[in-house]
């Protein structure tokens, strides 16, 4: 597995208005989209930021803090490997064609996840 860059981070809050003033209004994250317990950033640089309230039903899994996403090339492969060495899945990937997403508890305890999509930028070979 080869890991691209850093391209998502979400987080759970039951503070979900401070926290969306906060990268918002304090850190400059430009909140593009937001919904009732839901808000979501896309920067300059392709990485994605989502705010989940506490009550959100889809990321209960997020117990440990913020979660941050991997970049690889082949999610498929990348989750075999992950498998293949004993790491937890926490849930089922989200995979349609060579896009997707799936978290997994590393061994700190602590929740990432590995996730493909041609929408993110790549590093620029030298």
Not at 9 to 35: I, K, Y
């Amino acid at each position: 597995m080869k890991v691209q860059g850093l391209v998502w981070v979400g987080v759970r809050t039951d503070r979900f208005d401070e926290t969306v003033a906060f990268f918002r209004d304090v850190l400059g994250v430009p909140m593009d989209v937001r919904a009732p317990g839901f808000g979501w950033s896309r920067m300059a640089d392709s990485s994605q930021l989502e705010v989940f309230d506490a009550t959100e039903p889809d990321h209960q899994h997020f117990t440990t803090g913020p979660v941050p996403e991997f970049l690889v090339d082949d999610l498929p492969a990348a989750l075999a490997e992950l498998r293949a060495a004993g790491h937890e899945l926490l849930g089922e990937p989200v995979i349609t064609g060579r896009e997707g997403w799936c978290h997994f508890r590393a061994p700190d305890g602590n929740i990432y996840g590995l996730t493909a999509g041609a929408s993110y930028q790549r590093p620029v070979s030298s």
